[in-house]
Every structure is written in C-alpha cells, then in structure tokens.
C-alpha cells in the first residue's frame, strides 16, 4: 500500500527574508549602544511622569482603577496611589543625562562651568519663572493671598531666590504651584555639580560610595530621630546620593558600551530589564501599603535607595537590552512626550483642582469624587490628562523652545561639538519630588477601612490645600538640534 504525504516547500523568496532578518537581528546585537542620545531614558522617564500625573489626577478623582485582563479583575490602584515614588527614578536620570557627556571628555580635556551652568539656566529659569507669573496673577485675582497661611512678599520672594523649600509655609502652601519646590532642589544639585564631576573623574566608585553612606545615614538619623520628618524628607541631604548613582549609572554605561556585545548577551539584559521593572512596580507596591501619614513618608526614606538601585539596573540593561526592549523605551512617540514632560508636569496638578473646582466636568453631586460618581470620574480623568498634554504641548512649542534658541543663539562654541552637560545629545530630566504625607485624600467608599479622612478644602488655595508638592520633571536635553544636540 502506498501513502502519499505532501511536502510543501517554502518559496526562496520567503527563506532569504527569514535569513536576512535573522542576519539583521545578529547584526543590530553586536552594534554598541550609543552613548550620545540613550533613546530608552525617554520611555523610562514617559513612564515615570505618566505615574507622577496619574497620582496627581487620582488625588482628585478617587477613580479606582481596575483592568479586566483575559477575565481576570486586575487592581491598579497600589501603583497609581504610590506613582509619586517615581521621583527617585527621574532624579537618577537627571544624574545620569548631565554627567554621561563627562565621560567622553578626555582625561586631559576640562570640564566648562560656564557652559554648563548657562544652559542649565536657560533651561530652567525661563519656564519657571512664566510659571510663577501666571500663578501669581491668578492667585491675586482669587485673593488666595487674603486667606493663606503665607504672606506674598514671602511666598513670592523666596521663589524668585529658589530658596522657598527652607520654610513650610511657602513649601507647603505655597500659591505659586507646590511643583515648583523640586527646582530649588534641581539648583542645589547643580551648585554642587562641578564638584562632584571632578572627584568623579578622579575615584567615581569612592566617591558614589562616600556619598551614599552618609546620604544613608542622615536618612536613618532623620526616620529615628524626629517625629514630623516633613519638612526634610525631601531636602538635598536625602537625595544627593540618588543624583550621584545616576552619575555612576553613565559612568558604567560609558563602560559597559566599549565591551564587544553578543546576541545572548542582549537577551539576558532583556530579561534583566523587565526583572529590574517588575522590582520597581514591587517597591511601588509595598509603599501603598504605608497606612499613614507619617508612615508615608517613612517609606519614602526607607525605598528611596532600593528605588535607585533597581532604576541603575533598569537603565543599564535596557540601554544594552534586545532591539523589542529598546525600541519600546525609545521611539518617536516616547520622544515627543519626553520633549514635552515637562510642562506636563509643571502644569498636571494645578488643571486637575481647576478643573474640578469650576465643574468642567458635570456631575449631578456636588461632590462627585466622594460621591463616588463613576462616570464622572471617569471622564474627569480623561480630561485631565488631555489637558495636561495639551499644556505641555503648549509651553513647550509655544515659549520654552522659541526662547531657549533665542538665548543660546550665539552662545560660544554652539556651533562646535559641545560635550559639557547641557550640551549633550542625552535627555536629562529635573528632579522629582516626593508626595507630601498629608496630601493623601479619603478613600473612596470601597477603601475607606484603610483610608485617613483629608476634609474636603475650602477655595482657600487650588494650589495649596489640595496641591501637594510632588515632582518637577524635566527634559532639559531632550529635543536637540542635530549639531550638539541643544533645543
């Protein structure tokens, strides 16, 4: 008897594209990373003020976010009620932008202060300062300034020093835009900036590791040592070592790059990428689990290290990871919203009480996030956020490009190949900043066994009462020009 089986042969045609993609596979993992524009921070730090907005928005909607995956009800809300830890990944970064163009200085080659202290100017002092006006003109015509707890002479002379994080009432109740206190912090960073380049030139392992001991140490002092920790849980003795690991994280990367890359080698920091994400999302886990106020923040101190670790880790495997991994992080949608994180950070929390506070959005209770009016809640969010883009979208193209050409137009050596930070062709982010423990609200209905009743605010501040300091994100070098990599 005779069987007959049919044998279907695949065109030549088909089997080449195959090899050719397999050859293109091997070809792109044996490609060095680039060490000019690390397209991943983009997608690093989308997520990161993704998080940060979605808490600021949660704050005012108390919408209990849940997903329904293959029929399984899956909750958000831990990660989303935690999203302000994400301020210790974006202040890695921001270490990690500004030095990584340091390590392709020669040993012999000096590092510019004045550049870099210019650009960081240019960057930074502009939008701020439009931000405090528009705040203060609507501060003046609510006459918040009437009924607050901070004088305006105060309250506006300390912002213009950046120096109103060293008092409570213009740090925490501020009515210029509580974001506003992560720049203070962004300046004294960059104060002591050259400094910390030359002893990094010089023993970058003792010096990262000098300076976290001690970082560690106040912290634990500070977590032991005081009841209300408030006012210097966010200060810069906190949070110096986490822009110094961000400065090693480049000075590894810078390393890491010059060693020959294989394709097994890509999988395996793939793979250590998504660990290294999944630890995150833990650590993130474990702090909404933080029962109080005080609590809050002592969790803050206590995951404040562990978050930079897993964000060193997160930045060097993605960065060396597999071609999926990299083009998820880094691609052109990451990139636009990068080049405008910004101001949308700068203006997320300040539209959400606005637009709660004028009923943008109807609803038949008069308080509909207590109420827990679901489909207000719902379409509150999706505005929010829409505005929030379209802010960024505004301030971004509208002042902060347009004047930063203007003054850097000319600048010395614009023209040449800049290296010095604030030059470079790697997205660098300002710090973010860390929730303030009172500013977590009543829980809905569903939690409200676990929640601490915060009493619903008068119209006393939009920015004050229900703002709570959080994070200040930055993308000071991310849309550059082609020559040297400046907006």
Request: some cysteine; aromatic content about 12%.
């Amino acid at each position: 008897m005779l069987h007959w089986q049919m044998i279907t042969v695949r065109p030549a045609k088909e089997s080449e594209k195959d090899m050719q993609f397999i050859r293109n596979w091997i070809k792109d993992a044996r490609k060095a990373p680039d060490d000019r524009y690390v397209a991943i921070c983009d997608g690093i730090r989308v997520l990161a003020i993704f998080m940060v907005t979605w808490f600021h928005i949660w704050q005012q909607s108390w919408l209990y976010p849940v997903v329904n995956l293959f029929g399984t009800r899956i909750s958000l809300d831990p990660l989303v009620r935690s999203g302000y830890m994400h301020v210790d990944i974006m202040i890695l970064l921001s270490g990690f932008c500004l030095y990584l163009p340091c390590t392709r200085l020669r040993p012999d080659e000096p590092f510019s202060i004045r550049n870099f202290y210019w650009k960081r100017l240019v960057r930074i002092v502009p939008s701020y300062y439009l931000t405090i006006l528009i705040m203060l003109i609507v501060a003046l015509a609510r006459g918040l300034y009437d009924r607050s707890y901070v004088t305006l002479p105060k309250d506006l002379g300390l912002h213009l020093i950046f120096a109103h994080m060293f008092r409570m009432e213009t740090y925490y109740y501020t009515n210029l835009n509580a974001a506003l206190w992560t720049l203070a912090l962004e300046m004294q960073l960059y104060l002591v900036f050259p400094l910390l380049v030359a002893l990094m030139r010089r023993r970058p392992f003792l010096t990262a590791g000098v300076i976290t001991l001690l970082c560690t140490l106040f912290r634990v002092w500070l977590s032991r040592a005081l009841f209300d920790i408030k006012p210097y849980f966010n200060q810069f003795p906190a949070y110096l070592d986490i822009f110094v690991l961000g400065m090693l994280t480049a000075f590894l990367y810078s390393r890491i790059r010059t060693l020959p890359h294989h394709p097994i080698a890509r999988v395996l920091c793939s793979l250590g990428a998504v660990f290294s994400l999944a630890v995150i999302i833990r650590l993130a886990v474990l702090q909404s689990e933080m029962g109080n106020a005080g609590m809050i923040e002592q969790g803050q101190l206590l995951h404040r290290l562990p978050m930079a670790l897993a964000g060193m880790a997160l930045i060097l495997l993605a960065g060396n990871a597999g071609w999926l991994i990299r083009h998820l992080l880094g691609n052109p949608v990451t990139r636009f919203f990068s080049g405008i994180s910004m101001h949308i950070y700068i203006w997320n929390q300040v539209l959400a009480v606005w637009i709660r506070e004028l009923r943008i959005v109807p609803s038949e209770y008069p308080n509909p996030n207590y109420q827990g009016d679901l489909v207000w809640q719902q379409r509150y969010t999706f505005v929010c956020f829409a505005a929030a883009i379209a802010a960024g979208i505004l301030f971004t193209y509208g002042f902060e490009r347009p004047v930063a050409r203007l003054l850097l137009k000319g600048f010395p050596g614009k023209k040449a190949k800049d290296r010095t930070p604030g030059a470079e062709t790697v997205p660098e982010t300002a710090g973010l900043a860390a929730v303030n423990a009172e500013s977590v609200p009543e829980m809905p209905v569903h939690d409200a066994e676990n929640a601490e009743p915060v009493p619903e605010t008068s119209e006393q501040t939009a920015e004050n009462a229900e703002l709570v300091p959080d994070t200040a994100q930055y993308t000071a070098e991310n849309e550059q020009e082609k020559d040297d990599g400046n907006a």
